[in-house]
T-cell receptor, first 118, second 113 residues
Framework: DSGVTQTPKHLITATGQRVTLRCSPR?????VYWYQQSLDQGLQFLIQ???????AKGNILERFSAQQFPDLHSELNLSSLELGDSALYFC?????????????????FGPGTRLTVT | GENVEQHPSTLSVQEGDSAVIKCTYS??????FPWYKQELGKRPQLIID?????GEKKDQRIAVTLNKTAKHFSLHITETQPEDSAVYFC????????????FGAGTTVTVRA
């Protein structure tokens, strides 16, 4: 157990719908990362938050958005869902992530949310 | 952005033999290289990592080597066991302003008993 929790574990929804995935980082970790894992795309970085602020963006679609709350949990919102959005969505957390601070690179992954769009 | 290539995509080894997975990266600013193991339907688990200030790191049966000049790094698993069967991912990060990871495509390792 990495200490990172994600809910729900599974999600089945229809095209055009909107869903919210939730992630709670390890105790004390300030950074949260979201990754998408599909069969043909591998693990793709979506977005990073550090202490409530967006820090980095990857290949995240405009239909997707995220936020990190004051208690440091994060939510990934996926809207206007398409069949191709079906994937495993992982969040990971790490202690740091701020340039100039003591490097704390290690990222620990949550169990993931399996999203199926029908 | 960073591009990480990983080879081979599949690897089958006899139990007790060694397994080697190689990765190359494109961004010379990358300075952190973790390896993750992912069993079917489970989360990626960090098994070992190396930073750019060292050339080799070992932890029991696994070791990672880094060649910054050639921009490649490798994972070595010795005395493989059936429980080593999984998908292994390499990754790289620059750690300049964020610590996002760029992953290789993964290697499916099968250890034959």
């Amino acid at each position: 157990d990495s200490g990172v929790t994600q809910t729900p574990k599974h999600l089945i929804t229809a095209t055009g719908q909107r869903v919210t995935l939730r992630c709670s980082p390890r105790s004390g970790d300030l950074s949260v990362y979201w990754y998408q894992q599909s069969l043909d795309q591998g693990l793709q970085f979506l977005i990073q938050y550090y202490n409530g602020e967006e820090r980095a963006k990857g290949n995240i679609l405009e239909r997707f958005s995220a936020q990190q709350f004051p208690d440091l949990h994060s939510e990934l919102n996926l809207s206007s869902l398409e069949l191709g959005d079906s994937a495993l969505y992982f969040c990971a957390s790490s202690p740091g992530g701020l340039a100039g601070a003591a490097p704390t690179y290690e990222q620990y992954f949550g169990p993931g949310t399996r999203l199926t769009v029908t | 952005g960073e591009n990480v290539e990983q080879h081979p995509s599949t690897l089958s080894v006899q139990e007790g033999d060694s397994a080697v997975i190689k990765c190359t990266y494109s961004d010379s600013a990358s300075n952190y290289f973790p390896w993750y193991k992912q069993e079917l339907g489970k989360r990626p688990q960090l098994i070992i990592d190396i930073r750019s200030n060292v050339g080799e790191k070992k932890d029991q049966r696994i070791a990672v080597t880094l060649n910054k000049t050639a921009k490649h790094f490798s994972l070595h698993i010795t005395e493989t066991q059936p429980e080593d069967s999984a998908v292994y991912f390499c990754a790289a990060s620059t750690g300049l302003d964020d610590y996002k990871l760029s992953f290789g495509a993964g290697t499916t390792v099968t250890v034959r008993a």
